[in-house]
T-cell receptor, first 115, second 114 residues
Framework: GAGVSQSPSNKVTEKGKDVELRCDPI?????LYWYRQSLGQGLEFLIY????????KSGLPSDRFSAERTGGSVSTLTIQRTQQEDSAVYLC?????????????FGAGTRLSVL | AQKITQTQPGMFVQEKEAVTLDCTYD???????LFWYKQPSSGEMIFLIY??????QNATEGRYSLNFQKARKSANLVISASQLGDSAMYFC???????????FGAGTRLTVKP
């Protein structure tokens, strides 16, 4: 399809393990965002990529979280030594560029459960 | 401080009636964008409507319209002729020009009754 694709859709892991979440943005979109949505909450910004610029990591909650974007396209969010409080839905979005009017289109998310 | 406030955790509406979902925002920047998203139980965030702070007219997209009251910092979503498929969470969001992220409200859960 032409939308934002995220995988896996669900991930169950044990506390202390590392996980990788993948996001494939809409083709041609230069901006990519990761958000976290805890149960019944709004979205919390994590990290932003724009083209070849240095990412904005200001929303990452701890140094256990990292993300990269290879070739200006696919992005991977990695959570090391997962904790139970990391359980949430992780949403990825992309937009054509950065401007205020640029609409962010979201994927269906990865639901992470840390046991 | 909260940037986006949605004061209605849950709303009910009868099918075919109109409903207004409230959203107020806080910014000192004159240039900003306001967005509404729908999140059905499947989890995907679906873009509904956009309003720019300098736009003179209220935005409309089909059955969705945005009641933009700039002086009151209010951006309410109006859904006309509600359908059962409109039952979902609705999020208001704001984008300021010097922030890379979009700030979201806590959401309103809309239930459409047959």
């Amino acid at each position: 399809g032409a939308g934002v694709s995220q995988s896996p859709s669900n991930k169950v892991t044990e506390k202390g393990k590392d996980v990788e979440l993948r996001c494939d943005p809409i083709s041609g979109h230069t901006a990519l965002y990761w958000y976290r949505q805890s149960l019944g909450q709004g979205l919390e910004f994590l990290i932003y990529f724009q083209g070849n610029s240095a990412p904005d990591k200001s929303g990452l909650p701890s140094d256990r979280f990292s993300a990269e974007r290879t070739g200006g396209s696919v992005s991977t969010l990695t959570i090391q030594r997962t904790q139970q409080e990391d359980s949430a839905v992780y949403l990825c979005a992309s937009s054509l560029s950065r401007g205020r009017g640029n609409i962010q289109y979201f994927g269906a998310g990865t639901r992470l459960s840390v046991l | 401080a909260q940037k986006i406030t949605q004061t209605q955790p849950g709303m009910f509406v009868q099918e075919k009636e109109a409903v207004t979902l409230d959203c107020t925002y806080d910014t000192s920047d004159p240039s900003y964008g306001l967005f509404w998203y729908k999140q059905p139980s499947s989890g995907e965030m679906i873009f509904l409507i956009y309003q720019g702070s300098y736009d003179q007219q209220n935005a409309t997209e089909g059955r969705y319209s945005l009641n933009f009251q700039k002086a009151r910092k209010s951006a309410n979503l109006v859904i006309s002729a509600s359908q059962l498929g409109d039952s979902a969470m609705y999020f208001c969001a704001m984008r300021e020009p010097y922030n890379n992220d979009m700030r979201f409200g806590a959401g309103t859960r809309l239930t459409v009754k047959p």
